[in-house]
């Protein structure tokens, strides 16, 4: 049975699993799931249509499920998804999807996310993710498994983050950040590439050399990005290794409409 403190409140129409436990003044209200081994820490509130996975942490003070800050929002019946093994820091604000977008505003599993970090309406973010403190998402921001965003970066509505990205602290991104680059300012440039964050996930030696040579070809060449884009097949060919990662470059930059940050 899950264990709930005296001076929370949860409505009858909230679905709780077996073992979730809600601290002191916490409010869960109807249309709220909630997996197994959760914790929802004091003071949260957790509304709408959201559904939290099993085995996620969310500390004191975090608001999950409001309505989104649109000002086109009509009170239709969208959605928030977060999965298993969060990890969510106080202060947090999370936000339902809109009506206008996919109607979900999304996070995946085993993310670290830390205090003040604001996932607007329709962003969908991946798996194995860490935002530092007060990180911020407009609306419709999409985020790939295993980026790392620098505290207080700040990200434009409709935005891409690539897989393994990272951003320095205080980034403001306007554009769109490809797979594998470390970018930091404001206006925010290139530095690199992940080199320690690709090794500590155990690429090997021939897929770190292709990335390398995807970013020498993307940032450091002089060509133009439609230049650089038509030379991925020849990395592909020399390194077949890494044929997935230059693909995963190759889609994300023809998926690009707000171009890249170089």
């Given at each position: 049975m899950a264990t709930i403190h005296p001076t929370a409140i949860v409505n009858p129409g909230a679905e709780l699993g077996e073992s979730v436990s809600v601290d002191a003044y916490a409010i869960v209200r109807a249309g709220v799931r909630?997996?197994?081994?959760?914790?929802?820490?004091?003071?949260?509130?957790?509304?709408?249509?959201t559904t939290i996975g099993r085995d996620n942490k969310v500390?004191?003070?975090?608001?999950?499920?409001?309505?989104?800050q649109d000002k086109k929002y009509a009170g239709e019946p969208t959605e928030l998804h977060i999965g298993d093994r969060n990890t969510i820091r106080e202060f947090c604000t999370f936000n339902l999807g809109t009506a206008q977008d996919a109607g979900v505003t999304r996070l995946g599993d085993d993310?670290?996310?830390?205090?003040?970090?604001?996932?607007?309406?329709?962003?969908?973010?991946?798996?194995?993710?860490?935002?530092?403190n007060n990180a911020a998402l407009a609306g419709h921001v999409h985020v790939g498994d295993w980026?790392?965003?620098?505290g207080y970066t700040s990200v434009h509505q409709f935005a891409r983050i690539g897989a393994h990205a990272m951003t320095g602290m205080g980034t403001v991104l306007t554009q769109d950040v490809p797979p594998f680059a470390t970018v930091a300012g404001n206006p925010p440039q290139a530095r690199g590439f992940n080199l320690e964050g690709l090794k500590r996930r155990g690429f090997s030696p021939e897929r770190v050399a292709a990335v390398k040579q995807m970013h020498r070809l993307i940032f450091r060449s002089g060509l133009t990005l439609d230049a650089a884009r038509a030379g991925l097949g020849?990395?592909?060919e020399k390194l077949p290794e890494a044929k997935a990662d230059v693909d995963t470059m190759a889609a994300f930059l023809a998926q690009s409409t707000r171009g890249i940050v170089r």
């Open positions: 909630i997996g197994e081994g959760t914790r929802i820490g004091p003071h949260c509130v957790i509304e709408g249509r500390f004191q003070f975090c608001s999950l499920g409001a309505a989104p993310n670290w996310v830390m205090a003040y970090v604001h996932l607007a309406h329709d962003c969908q973010v991946g798996s194995k993710t860490i935002f530092a980026v790392i965003l620098g020849e990395i592909a």
